[in-house]
């Protein structure tokens, strides 16, 4: 209360009041004395009209054709987006003690927080509708919930339009219409020239694979000529199979055949490398055997290889620091007198098993180095292994190209040892089926993998 609502002014005497009788109470001040009831204090329960009264921008009143009071609709370009509001209550009752909430639609998410402010400004407000909404409230707090509102547009720039966006949708997707055609007839015209150039590339390519192709399938002739064949190996032996499956068309595994007085002997080699490489090491290994065997009549394995080993050393010039080559050849080389049953046997890295007429396996270990290729020590010696054969004896040599072939399950190699017990199994079988079920399991095991190298078993029977 103040002295308009009737107190005799703002300050008050301590201890200057008294309760009368009839209820009434008497209040001293500075400037009289109040007397007054209690129960005569009424509640103001009108609520205040609330009405916008001014509209200005820069502290410039705006005047529009009708007072704002009565204005519903105001349209301001985007160049007129900032302005202020103020407003009032009707409370002729204490006017100055209303209070106001307010809010912009569109612009504003929740009320203002009640307060005695009277105006509020906007500035940069974005292209769009709005709607300004402002309750007022009495001394009593009794709100008017009908606001007093005003809508106002704000006419956006021409390039914040709907009509430029659509406008500028419209020439991007053209843009990027035309562009991804551009390109697309332009790589379909560069696709074009690289067909042609592929064509050309692919039909140089076709042929010269073809002719090298030819050349070693030519080769192959060569190499199948050179070496002995099958049918004169098997019209020595009335027992025996050859298992040959090289990687590529030839082949760095090769066997050999030679008799000299009561011996048969036979050899089983592996070439470093396979394919071409490995089919020129074969031919220098054939060359080199016949001169050893059927020319200087030798005949004990363990000789054949140490004369073997410098015959490839002196052809291939190692340890000359000519050419650097470390090339050389794995061997199993076996001689059995055909009266006796007596068996001479040397391995360079290669081993030879025997599986007797009980099925028992016996491995022979040859020696750990090759023939040919890089030597540290001055002579490199190679031990024959002398047995004698009983009769059904079975004899098995053979490379590392089975053994060392990938597949199965799990994609390992097939391994020496699993190598052993299959010559253990088709040993049971006659000499004629060993190499098919050999051939089948090697098959099986592979699947889709590739062959990693040439593949050579040898199995006779005494």
């Known amino acids: 209360y103040t002295p308009k609502d009737g107190i005799q002014a703002n300050e008050f005497n301590q201890g200057a009041s008294y309760l009368c009788q009839d ?44 007072n704002i009071i009565y204005k519903n609709y105001i349209e301001l370009s985007h160049e007129e987006n900032f302005f202020s509001l103020e407003f009032m209550a009707l409370d002729f009752a204490s006017g100055e003690q209303a209070k106001y909430k307010f ?100 039909h140089e390519i076709a042929e010269k694979n073809r002719s090298i192709t030819s050349s070693i399938e030519y080769a192959k002739r060569i190499q ?28 760095g595994d090769f066997y050999w055949f030679g008799e000299k007085g ?7 080699v592996d070439c470093t490398g396979h394919g071409v490489p490995g089919a ?16 200087k009549g ?20 190692q340890g000359q620091n000519k050419v650097h080559t470390n090339d050389g050849m794995d061997v199993s080389i076996i001689a059995i007198n055909t009266e006796t049953n007596e068996c001479l046997w040397s391995g360079a890295f290669r081993s030879l098993v025997i599986i007797n007429n009980e099925n028992k396996l016996e491995k022979i270990e040859g020696n750990k180095y090759s023939v040919g290729g890089s030597q540290l020590n ?27 072939q990938f597949g199965g399950p799990k994609g390992k190699k097939f391994m020496a040892k699993r190598f052993y ?27 889709i993998q590739e062959q990693v190298d040439d593949v050579l078993v040898v199995g006779l029977k005494i």
């Open 378 to 404: 001055s002579n490199r010696v190679f031990t024959t292994h002398l047995r004698t054969l009983q009769p059904n004896d079975a004899i098995y040599m053979f490379t590392d190209g089975y053994a060392d």
């Open 103 to 202: 809010k912009l639609e569109g612009y504003d998410d929740n009320w203002t927080t009640p307060s005695n402010v009277r105006f509020y400004s906007y500035t940069e407000l974005p292209g769009g509708t709005y709607t300004f909404k402002v309750k007022a409230c009495n001394s009593d707090g009794i709100w008017n919930e009908s606001p007093q509102k005003i809508t106002i547009k704000v006419i956006p720039p021409w390039y914040r339009t709907a009509l430029f966006y659509l406008t500028a949708l419209v020439f991007s997707i053209a843009f990027i219409f035309g562009f991804i055609s551009y390109r697309t007839r332009s790589v379909k015209k560069e696709n074009k020239i690289l067909e042609r150039k592929v064509k050309i590339r692919t």
């Open 23 to 66: 209820g009434k109470i008497l209040v001293g001040g500075v400037a009289g004395i109040n007397y007054f009831n209690p129960s005569e204090i009424k509640e103001n329960s009108i609520a205040p009209k609330s009405y916008l009264y001014e509209f200005s921008r820069q502290g410039k009143v705006i005047d529009f054709d009708t």
């Open 421 to 447: 017990q299959s010559l253990k199994q088709v040993n049971k079988l006659d000499i004629q089926h060993q190499s098919q079920e050999l051939e089948n399991q090697f098959n099986e095991w592979k699947g």
């Open 280 to 295: 020129f090491m074969s031919m220098i290994g054939h060359n080199l055997l016949n001169q050893i065997i059927s020319e």
């Open 224 to 251: 199948e000529a050179i070496l002995p064949s099958k049918e004169l190996i098997y019209s020595k032996f009335n027992k025996l199979f050859i298992f040959y499956k090289p990687k590529d068309i030839v082949s």
């Open 262 to 268: 009561n011996y048969k002997i036979l050899a089983v």
């Open 298 to 317: 030798i005949f004990d394995p363990g000789i054949i290889l140490q004369e073997l080993h410098k015959g490839i050393r002196s052809a291939l010039k």
